[in-house]
C-alpha cells in the first residue's frame, strides 16, 4: 500500500530534531557583554520566535537539572529579546570630538553634527565623496568610536565625518588589533594619511593639523582605508 503526499508521518516523510543531540548551552546572558544589533523584517519575527522554541526543550541541552533550567530561562530571554524593536537614533549616540573645557572652541550645536557612517565612494577624489550617515555599523565607547563589523561590503568604507571652527588641532588615532590606514579630508580636499603600521595594539599617532584659513567651519571627514 502506497502513502499518500499528504499522509504525515510516514517512512519518506519524518520531522528531525533541530539539535540532532544535546549541546552545551553558552555560559553568558544573551544580553550580556558585548552584543550584536541585527536588523530584519518584522514579519520574520513571529517565524523566528518559533524556531527559538527548540531552545525552550530541556533534552536540547547538556548539563545537570539546574544548568538546563538556567539554559532554558536564557533561552526565553534571548526569544523576547528578538522581538523587542531597538531603534539607534543620535541622540543615543555621542560625539567623541566634545570638549568640556570652555577655553577649547572646538565644538558645534548638536543639530549641526554630521554623525558615523560609510564612504561609498573610498578611492574617488576627496570632492566627490559621498558619505552616508549609519550610526548601526558603529560602537561608542567612551569617546572612542570603533567599526562594528569586521568588513563591509565591497567599495564601501567607514568614515567619521565632523565639523569645526579650530584652525589648529591634533587627531590622534589609536592602533587596534589590526593594522588600519586612515584617509584625512579637510574641507573636500585630502590632507594626509594615517597608517598604523609598526605600532603596538593601543599606541597612539598623532596628526597635527595647522594653517586652515579662517572660516565659519572647517569639515573634517576620516575614512579608513585599511589595505
Known sequence: M???????????????????????????DPDEGVTNLYAYNPAWSKVLAAACDQMLQFPSWIGTHDEKILAVDRALSLKIQLQTPVYVGEREIPAPYWDDDEDVDDEMPVA???????????????DELTFVENAVIWIISGFIALVLVPALPAGVAAGLAFRTIATRFTLA???????????????AQDYGTVDTDGLDAGDIVEMNVDGLETADFHDILIVVTNP
Open 2 to 28: 502506497g502513502f499518500p503526499q499528504n499522509a504525515y508521518p510516514n517512512p519518506i516523510n519524518f520531522s528531525e530534531a533541530s539539535f540532532l543531540q544535546e549541546v552545551m548551552p553558552p555560559d553568558v
Open 173 to 187: 588615532f589609536n592602533r587596534g588589533d589590526i593594522r588600519e590606514q586612515f584617509r584625512v579630508i579637510i574641507d
Open 112 to 126: 549641526d553634527q554630521t554623525w558615523y557612517g560609510v564612504v561609498t565612494n573610498p578611492t574617488d577624489p576627496a
